[in-house]
């Protein structure tokens, strides 16, 4: 089966520091997509990074940045420079499934950024 | 930018109701899904849809129907509400293809008591 796992419940880290928050997952396709998706206390859920398997190259946008080991299944997502705004929940989530679009989510990690 | 709409932020039902959570998208995207997110959970699938009058189960779709009559819109129905099913829910949608992400309306909390 598909899966995406988060094991870090919660993580904290001082405003201006670098915090990297886990993603593994399990798949047997070849080519698929893989996204980090925040949601702030607001609720909405916005995208905040994807990153392509074939592709070598980490993505990155702006202080956010992927660690992505396609032969460990792992995608990993830093983030430099904390805000305070960067609080929020943070979802790694794939289409996982060839031929459909049924993303499936990690259980989520809850990040705080410390003043 | 893309715009999906929860009819409702906050509902609370009582048991045995039928629930109607509505959602609509304005830029004419082929799929919808119905997710609802528990603490400890994350985000599980109840229903999508890729088309209209199409639909799919995803991972938890017991208890719950949807429709889609009209390709904005995207409607989840709980027949007989249970306290079960007391969460937030979230629609989403996304253009395809795979490299698309997924768009998000604002959320429902949903009380069942």
């Known amino acids: 089966a598909q899966t995406v796992t988060q094991s870090q419940p919660e993580m904290s880290v001082q405003e201006a520091e670098t915090v990297t928050l886990s993603c593994t997952y399990d798949t047997s396709e070849s080519n698929y997509y893989l996204f980090w998706y925040k949601q702030p206390p607001s609720r909405q859920m916005i995208l905040v990074i994807r990153?392509?398997?074939?592709?070598?190259q980490n993505a990155t946008e702006n202080r956010f940045s992927v660690n992505f080991q396609k032969a460990a299944k792992s995608f990993s997502l830093k983030i430099s420079d904390s805000q305070l705004g960067d609080t929020a929940m943070y979802f790694c989530?794939?289409?996982?499934?060839?031929?459909?679009?049924?993303?499936?989510f990690g259980t989520g990690t809850r990040l705080k950024v410390l003043a | 930018d893309v715009k999906v709409t929860q009819s409702s932020r906050y509902l609370v039902k009582r048991t045995g109701e039928k629930v109607f959570l509505e959602c609509v998208q304005d830029?004419?995207?082929?799929?919808m899904f119905w997710y609802r997110q528990d603490p400890g959970l994350g985000l599980r699938l109840i229903y999508f849809?890729?088309?209209?009058?199409?639909?799919e189960k995803g991972d938890i779709p017991e208890g719950y129907s949807v429709s889609r009559e009209k390709k904005e819109r995207f409607s989840l129905i709980l027949e007989s509400a249970s306290t079960n099913q007391t969460s937030m829910y979230l629609c989403?949608?996304?253009?395809?293809?795979?490299?698309?992400?997924?768009?998000f309306g604002n959320g429902t909390r949903l009380t069942v008591t």
């Open positions: 849809s890729y088309d209209v009058k199409m639909k």
């Open positions: 989530a794939s289409p996982l499934e060839s031929g459909t679009y049924k993303y499936i």
């Open positions: 989403a949608t996304t253009p395809g293809p795979k490299n698309s992400p997924l768009h």
């Open positions: 990153q392509e398997a074939y592709k070598q």
């Open positions: 830029m004419d995207h082929e799929n």
